[in-house]
């Protein structure tokens, strides 16, 4: 079943009427009368609706609602990148994968965003019609390194790190660096951080979309 997203619908609805861009998608997906189709709030509710056609109008009648809890405070914090697309990819499968909030970093190595927090959040509502997740993820704006508010436990990929293991807190930040890694500087003020964990999730030198994926799908799995 295809999935709309429009962030004004409530559990009280009977009846969707979709706005400008909900009637271009409903154009593209060529959606027919009586044909079913879910609506995303991105705010943990789903509806299932049946397309009711009139006259150059279409209707969407809720037939189904359902409230799903809030995802596990998983917030992937990925230094930009200067391949604007692969910083996009990444924030497209964080958004697939579930985590809650997404925080564009600038590293001493990277220091200018390519990519506006608004694509960037309409990436994130691309992917959740694609996936079907209820929850769009926050999108901050770029924030320096040294300006993160880290979580209850912070995970940094290291190829000399420790095996993956089970993750308790449901504050946790997947920290991935830009092109380059992180500098001297960044990874001395790691070091003396009490709460950063430090995972091993492969022994091939990854990208970093590739690492954040990887990393948080060990999360995911283990919450």
């Known amino acids: 079943m295809d999935n709309l997203y429009l962030p004004t619908i409530t559990a009280s609805d009977e009846i969707v ?14 959606l027919r009368d009586g044909e079913y189709v879910r609506v995303l709030s991105g705010k943990g509710l789903i509806v299932t609706c049946c397309v009711a056609r009139q ?8 037939t189904e609602r359902t409230v799903y809890p809030e995802p596990p405070g998983i917030t992937l914090a990925l230094g930009v990148l200067d391949n ?8 497209e499968k964080a958004t697939e994968l579930g985590v809650a909030r997404i925080v564009p970093v ?3 190595y990277a220091r200018h965003a390519r990519s506006t927090s608004d694509r960037l959040r309409q990436k994130a ?29 912070t995970i940094v ?11 308790t807190s449901h504050d ?18 790691l070091a003396s951080m009490p709460d950063v964990v430090r995972w091993r999730i492969g022994t091939n030198r990854l990208r970093a979309e ?3 994926v990887a990393l948080i799908s060990r999360v995911v799995a283990s919450l």
């Not at 009427?17 to 060529?30: G, K, N, Q, S």
């Not at 006259?55 to 809720?62: G, I, K, M, N, Q």
């Not at 509502?125 to 929850?135: E, L, V």
Request: hydrophobic share 45%.
């Open 172 to 189: 946790t930040w997947i920290l991935v660096g830009p092109e380059g890694g992180f500098s001297a500087r960044e990874l001395e003020k």
């Open 210 to 212: 590739t690492a954040a």
């Open 84 to 91: 604007r697309d692969r910083f996009e990819f990444a924030v």
């Open 106 to 108: 600038l590293c001493d």
């Open 157 to 167: 990929g290291d190829a000399h790190g420790s095996v993956p293991s089970d993750v």
């Open 125 to 153: 509502i691309a992917a959740i019609t694609q996936s079907g997740n209820p929850w769009l993820p926050v999108i901050s704006e770029p924030t320096s390194f040294d300006d993160l508010a880290f979580g209850h436990a």
């Open 17 to 30: 009427i979709p706005d400008a861009e909900m009637y271009r998608h409903i154009a593209a997906l060529r």
């Open 55 to 62: 006259s150059h109008a279409v209707e969407l009648r809720v």
